[in-house]
């Protein structure tokens, strides 16, 4: 079964401190995923997706196909970070790629 | 480009009725699916439209309903509103496939 587990409901940092928001996800193929983010009153927005190997805003996420993980990462958390996150698989369903899968999300706050 | 829109933005409908929601995607976007959001279950995939033929579905029963015009605009009905259809009704376009962009939800309130 295609699956993304988050296991944080909640992570609180520090301003200044590492942090990492875990996913792990169960897919049986060549999955493609994703973080989107979700900040206070606002939309659903795409953060970013493993195929685009970026740094968005700092943070960063590799996709570890052996660990079955997608960790999103940054280095120095920001107050403005804090937001509700979620990660996403793109699952193959019918030969398409139109739905995408979520975990529950992790609420992050980083507090001053 | 005008990101994805969603109307009306706020519902309140009673039980038994049924309600209809609109989502206009991102120019270009051929693609649109429906998320229903809750509190217990999460995001949860209802369907995806695709040059208006429905390309793929999720695990929601019939009285879920979409459908995808001729300009990439889609709506999804519901029929026979129940309590538990209370949500936030979140619509996504995408250029064919891969990363969606959201629209900022329909929340429905069934009384």
């Known amino acids: 079964a295609q699956r993304v587990t988050q296991p944080e409901k909640l992570l609180s940092v520090f301003k200044g401190a590492p942090v990492e928001l875990k996913c792990n996800y169960s897919y049986s193929g060549s999955p493609e995923l994703f973080w989107y983010v979700q900040y206070s009153r606002q939309r659903l927005q795409l953060l970013l997706r493993?195929?685009s190997r970026e740094s968005i805003k700092g943070f960063t996420a590799d996709l570890n196909k052996g660990e079955t993980s997608f960790h999103l990462k940054k280095p120095f958390a920001q107050e403005e970070d804090s937001a509700m996150y979620y990660c996403a698989l793109s699952g193959n369903y019918g030969g398409s790629q139109g739905n995408l899968i979520f975990g529950k999300g992790t609420k992050l706050s980083v507090k001053p | 480009k005008a990101g994805v829109t969603q109307t009306p933005r706020y519902l309140i409908k009673t039980r038994g009725q049924q309600v209809t929601l609109s989502c206009s995607p991102i120019?270009?976007?051929?693609?649109v699916s429906w998320y229903q959001q809750t509190p217990g279950q999460g995001l949860q995939f209802l369907f995806e439209?695709?040059?208006?033929?429905?390309?793929n579905k999720g695990n929601f029963p019939g009285r879920f309903s979409g459908r995808q015009f001729s300009n990439s605009r889609s709506e999804m009905n519901v029929s026979t509103l129940e309590l538990g259809d209370s949500a936030l009704y979140l619509c996504a376009s995408s250029l064919s496939s891969g990363a969606q962009y959201f629209g900022p939800g329909t929340r429905l309130l069934v009384l």
């Open positions: 120019s270009g976007h051929r693609s």
């Open positions: 493993h195929i």
């Open positions: 439209y695709f040059s208006e033929t429905q390309r």
